[in-house]
């Protein structure tokens, strides 16, 4: 994941609160790749006012970076375990 951490470091699309957020979800990701976590817990977990989350949740999966599956379900793209960079983890 450190790899991964640093290609998405290197993403010069994503703002300080999408890198905090990622960053987040990388260190507590399950080898499933599905994370189960709510704004709030977010906010309260990384210092964060919950509309600021939300915002920054919204536009990292617009950037295809994991996908909603219900409320408090994220899945993360296998592709995510690549070694490839990451522009558009969902491609491939």
């Known amino acids: 994941m450190r790899n991964l951490a640093l290609k998405i470091s290197l993403d010069g699309t994503l703002n300080a609160s999408e890198h905090r957020i990622l960053a987040y ?3 507590i990701l399950p080898a499933n790749l599905r994370l189960e976590i709510g704004h709030k817990e977010v906010a309260e977990r990384l210092g964060m006012s919950r509309p ?4 920054a949740m919204r536009r990292l999966e617009d950037k295809y970076y994991f996908t909603k599956l219900a409320n408090r379900v994220y899945r993360f793209p296998d592709r995510l375990k690549g070694e490839g960079a990451i522009t558009n983890p969902m491609e491939h």
Request: hydrophobic share 45%; no cysteine.
């Open 25 to 27: 979800f990388l260190g």
């Open 52 to 55: 600021q989350v939300s915002r």
